[in-house]
């Protein structure tokens, strides 16, 4: 690593006091796996604004996509001049039964965004990042595009992949920032896509993104036949006791519930669930062997975020998205660019 860029001074987010808050930091000495990226663009996610109002001082951000600077003894896969992009996950123990079989989100020991790592995050110049938890770029992918995919698109995919068949119908609750990217991937992975949505005013947008068909949930008598699998998408829980039908959700059929509330309670009538033989799919972020599928399967399918792009200055910029998230008017992912 450069000696001039040891201890050079940047500025993290946090929230301080309750307030939005530039802080100093400084490059680090990087360890034999670190890998020290200039961040050109970050995705805002409503994770980072659900960790702000907690109060938790972490320096925010968690979907970045820079330019590697510096690479530590060990790293073989990244080199100087490289696009990486850096997500939720930070590390894991690599050893245990998970890592071993490619579910290292899953590891006892694994360090996330919002529970560990506190000091690095992606609304800023640098990010230090482990290189097993670091993706290169495809050639095919923008920066702008590729940030959000880091987290949303990696979620969606994931959760996609671990339960759908081409020959599947997948209904999708929900067209925000990670349901429109639902409708996209599946509908590549050959899949037919059926958007359930509480407005008519979504349905050429909806069929745009790939979708082939669109129900309203106040009239859910009129879908063609049951969906196979169904992502919840949005940011509330369906009236399960009208979706958790065999004529909407086929018999054994899969219910994956994405960023719905996480905090309250997830409370599905038990008669349903028994006699029609559905399984509820519980979906985290992507470990790194899907995470590294996304990027190349997006790539090869041009499959993009729709974005809104902001010029980063400073908190400010930050204070402004998070409004934005508040109040609904981002379509559908925010991107800051440094």
Known sequence: MASSLIGKPFNAY????????????????????????????????????EFFRTGLPLALGHEGVGIVEAVGSAVSTLKVGDRAGAGFGRRSCGHCRYCLTGKDIWCYERVTYGWGDFDNGTFSAYYVGDEAHLFKIPDGLASEDAAPLQCAGATVYTALRD???????????????????????????????????????????????GASEFVLLSELDKVSKPVDVLVVAGARYPDWSKVLVKEVLARAGIIIPLPAPTMGPL???????????????????????????????AARHKIKPTIQLYKFEGAETIKTVFDNLENNKVRYRAVLEF
């Not at 006091?17 to 400084?26: E, F, V, W, Y």
């Not at 409370?267 to 990027?295: C, F, I, K, Q």
């Open 267 to 297: 409370v599905l009538p038990a008669d349903n669930l028994m006699w029609e033989g559905y399984n509820v799919h519980s979906s985290l972020v992507a470990s790194r062997v899907p995470h590294t599928e996304m990027l190349e399967f």
């Open 14 to 49: 946090r929230a301080v006091d309750g307030k939005l808050t530039s802080t100093p930091s400084t490059i680090p000495s990087l360890g034999p796996s670190d890998v020290l990226i200039r961040l050109t663009h970050s995705g805002v996610c409503y994770t980072d604004y």
């Open 163 to 209: 339960t759908v068949k081409p020959t599947d119908r997948v209904g999708i609750i929900g067209i925000g920032g990670l349901g429109h990217l639902a409708i996209r991937f599946a509908s590549k992975m050959g899949t037919e896509v059926v958007v359930f949505s509480t407005s008519r005013d979504k349905e050429s947008e909806a069929r745009g993104f």
